[in-house]
């Protein structure tokens, strides 16, 4: 008894300890977390409850696109929230206040990228080697001061003229192939790849290939599959156990980038390394990287990271073809839209001259096209990353959050846009006929992690639509279909065909 006793009274001092431990501890962690944003108090993030393992990722399945799903979730949490998906912690980011508030005031807060091991695999292992993919540096804001002389030429300079005069040479090449199939279906996709990938190398690298080049339609083929690739959602993003499912893809894709890089690295790069002196005259983007890999300065960029930094910008032409094969498809279904183009650019160059970039403040509608066609895509904002504790909007969110900003919601919201759902170019013109951007119209985001090639898809984009309507009329083949995926830029790399008929201007 007295045993039993002891055993007993052991046992509840032992529990008396541990429960005041507990509470020690509990009230540290409590004092801690407070300390953690004691800058400022922020809320707790409303949210729905999660499931076990996969988090809410079951909320997404109804939903033909998650964007959808974060508008829906919005009207019971309000416009800021947080969604675990899988074993990653999420806070979804509606409005436009609030999305400035991320990719503005506090960009400091939120410039990180997630951290998917796709992303990590195609780039060498490391995402940092990533322009869209890396985390915030000072590398990659050296690499983004490097790209913006090129990728935003000033109106009428020498960089402005030379796109002009590289984006004609290859329109007029493709016109040419274009007559050569006239009347019959043309698949127009690895036509147009070919086009944008000459005007993107001839302009950032000063290279240019053949059509019957040996290799460049097999690496074109590769760089569109991996473009393909990263913009698909994987659930594995979030459920990394289910990734083995997608070994093979993930090395198929492997298998791409080594292509890729084998070819840049011996049919660009080469001849300038071996052509570089010290200090001499920087005429491309590829001179510009290899004068800031030769020279040191600070903050120093190694010649991998310069050459990965080109693949990516040399890769953009694939984002430029697949929207304007978007464009197209919208097109294409609107005879009365293609009219419109067609009467714009009739009028605009008279006799049937080339057209010019310098043409564009003259053609809204054509403008208004592209950008009705960029709403209605609605391709997503990069997802952001909390790089530090900060607060949204007054709730508080934790390092290493994941941000989803819905700009599916400011491109589609009928509080925004009368009928949104409808393709009216008109929307983007005043009444007095010019180009109007609502100040809610932010699809190419905004801030220190904005897109790097948002005027040379403009100048591409306006460029390609407005010579293809100048000199041919497109007509659909029958049995295709021309309803493409929105909040995705990506088209299969087989896609629909297009058939082409000269017109007499
Ligand atoms: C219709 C075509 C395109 C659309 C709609 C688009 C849109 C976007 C968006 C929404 C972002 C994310 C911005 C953010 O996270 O805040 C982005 C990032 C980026 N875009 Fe684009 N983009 C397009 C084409 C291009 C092209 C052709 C290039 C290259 C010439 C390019 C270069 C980049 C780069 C480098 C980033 C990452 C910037 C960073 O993370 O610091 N984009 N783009």
């Known amino acids: 008894m007295e045993v039993l006793l002891f055993v007993s009274s052991t046992t509840y001092y032992l529990l008396i300890c541990s429960i005041a431990a507990f509470l020690l501890l509990l009230l540290d962690s409590r004092r801690k977390s407070k300390a953690k944003f004691s800058a400022s108090t922020g809320l707790e993030l409303p949210g729905p409850t999660p499931w ?41 980011v509606n409005g436009l206040d609030n999305i400035r508030e991320v990719l503005m005031s506090k960009a400091q807060f939120f410039d990180a990228r997630p951290n998917f091991k796709r992303y990590n695999d195609l780039f060498a292992g490391d995402k940092a080697n990533s322009l869209a993919f890396s985390d915030w540096s000072d590398a990659q804001k050296v690499k983004r001061e490097m790209l913006r002389a090129h990728t935003f030429p000033r109106a009428f300079s020498a960089r402005f003229h030379e796109l002009d005069t590289y984006m004609n040479i290859e329109l007029n ?27 993107f190398t001839s302009y950032f690298t000063s290279h240019r ?45 492997t298998e791409h980038a080594h292509k890729v890089r084998d070819f840049v690295v011996k049919e660009i790069l080469a001849d300038k390394l071996a052509a570089w002196t010290p200090g001499q005259t920087q005429l491309d983007y590829v001179d510009s990287l290899i004068e800031h890999v030769k ?19 040399i890769g953009g032409h694939g984002a430029v073809a697949n929207f304007l094969l978007k464009v197209l498809s919208y097109v294409v279904t609107r005879p009365d839209v293609q009219r419109k183009i067609q009467e714009e650019v009739d009028a605009v160059t008279e006799n049937g001259r080339e057209i010019s970039l310098a043409d564009r403040t003259f053609m809204p509608y054509t403008e208004a096209v592209i950008l009705e066609a960029v709403r209605i895509i609605a391709s997503p904002i990069v997802p952001h990353v909390a790089s530090q504790d900060g607060i949204i909007s007054g709730f508080k969110v934790e390092k290493g959050s994941m941000i989803f900003l819905n700009n599916y919601d400011l491109n589609m919201n009928p509080k925004l846009w009368d009928s949104p759902e409808e393709f009216r170019p008109e929307r983007f013109i005043s009444p007095e006929g010019r180009l109007l951007k609502p100040e809610f119209f932010l699809p190419f985001s905004c801030g220190r992690r904005s897109c790097m090639g948002y005027k040379i898809v403009q100048f591409v984009c306006f460029g390609t639509l407005a010579t293809i309507c100048q000199r041919f009329n497109i007509h659909p083949v029958s049995g295709e279909s021309y309803k493409v ?7 299969p790399y087989k896609t629909f065909n297009l058939r082409f008929e000269s017109r007499k201007v």
């Open 52 to 92: 076990p393992i996969i988090g809410s990722l079951h909320l997404m399945g109804s939903y033909d696109v998650p964007y959808k799903a974060f508008g829906a979730l919005a009207e019971k949490y309000g416009q800021v929230y947080k969604l675990q998906l899988g074993n990653l912690p999420c806070v979804v």
């Open 173 to 199: 090449d493709l016109t040419n192939v274009l007559k050569t199939n006239e009347g019959s279906p043309v698949a127009l996709k690895p036509l147009l790849l070919h086009s944008c990938a000459n005007i």
């Open 209 to 253: 290939f053949e059509r019957d080049h040996p290799r460049y339609a097999e690496i074109l083929e590769s760089y569109d599959e991996i473009f393909y690739e990263v913009n698909q959602g994987y659930a594995a993003d979030f459920l990394p156990w289910l990734m083995p499912l997608h070994t093979s893809k993930i090395s198929r894709m």
């Open 295 to 313: 020279s040191e300065v600070e903050p120093k960029l190694s010649m991998d990271s310069a050459l990965f930094a080109l693949e990516d910008i």
């Open 485 to 491: 995926p929105i909040t995705n830029l990506a088209l």
